[in-house]
């Protein structure tokens, strides 16, 4: 892509909980969610250092692309996606125009009475635009941001809504999904059907919690969803990552999925593998970790609020 270029900044495939992304569009540079943390328990186990010296890794890296950015966007307030300067400085907020997911309509509790609100205290007087997003389009110079209507954070509406994002200059596309857990239901793929994103960056399938929090049946709907997208659209590049990236047997969740991509000669990638590494998976290794490392000294970060949940 010419007018259009796309930085995975902090993923789960890179050893943390987000879906971070930096892209650079027509010299309009662009932030959606600034945010990363770690799972607090998994296998009864806390985060092991290695994952703390990612997330220190990760808030460093969000930060210094954060204060490069000209615009911010925050889909949803879970701490993976957005911080109150626990750990990421509010400054990168200042002078920047912000997008948010609308803190009082469509959003579940725990968002509405705490965090969107901290969020609010904490970036107050700092943006130099800041506005909701859900629904709308904005055009800034060349490029047009275009955002879905809140939808489904994964299956239902227990962990709240989230908003879709697409990103387009001049005849070339990206499109960034946010937590929609497959997608497995039909207003999250409506929004990529729509767009037709040439690079979709989306949340993969729960698969870690699959026959717990996620059905088998929402499993079975995601992968046909995404062959849908495949087939219907002109992507030529998905980066599957977020909640996929916590099962070790990913790959062999979505086997319909990389047969139709390859078939179409569709790319079907982590976020780690488009920046030409191997995925990194830290949570989904941390009975691993412990047992191959032990207890490590913690750094300096794993004393402030970096923990999802």
Known sequence: MINLKVMPIAFDSLGVRSMC??????????????????GPRRYGLPPHALEWKALDDSIRRITDYARE????????YHWDHFDVGDSIPMDVYKGKCVFIKHPTENIN??????????FLKAVKG????????????????????????AVYHGTNPRLGYVIECSISCKGEKILHT???????????????????????????????????????????????????VIKETSVQ????????????????????????????GVKVITAAEFLGREPN???????ELFEKF???ELPELASRKTLEG
Do not use: C
């Open 281 to 287: 998976l830290l949570e989904a290794r941390r009975k």
């Open 126 to 149: 700092l943006p130099k635009k800041l506005e909701t997003a859900d629904g709308k389009e904005f055009q800034m110079g060349q490029t047009t941001l275009r955002f879905s209507k």
């Open 178 to 228: 946010s937590d929609v857990e497959g997608p497995s239901i039909d207003d999250q793929v409506q929004f990529i059907l729509k767009e037709k994103p040439e690079i979709l960056i989306i949340d993969g399938p729960m698969t870690y919690m699959l026959g717990y929090r996620y059905a088998p049946t929402s499993l079975k709907i995601s992968n046909e969803n995404l062959i849908k």
């Open 109 to 118: 509790r725990s968002q509405r009475v705490e965090r969107a609100p901290l």
């Open 69 to 76: 950015a000209d615009v911010l966007i925050v889909t949803h």
């Open 21 to 38: 992304t930096f892209i650079e569009s027509y010299g309009l540079k662009i932030m959606i969610d600034p945010g990363a943390a770690l």
């Open 237 to 264: 590049t998905i980066i599957l990552d977020h909640h996929f990236m916590r099962d070790l047997q990913y790959r062999g969740r979505i086997g319909p999925v990389y047969e139709a991509a390859e078939d179409r």
């Open 294 to 296: 032990g207890d490590m």
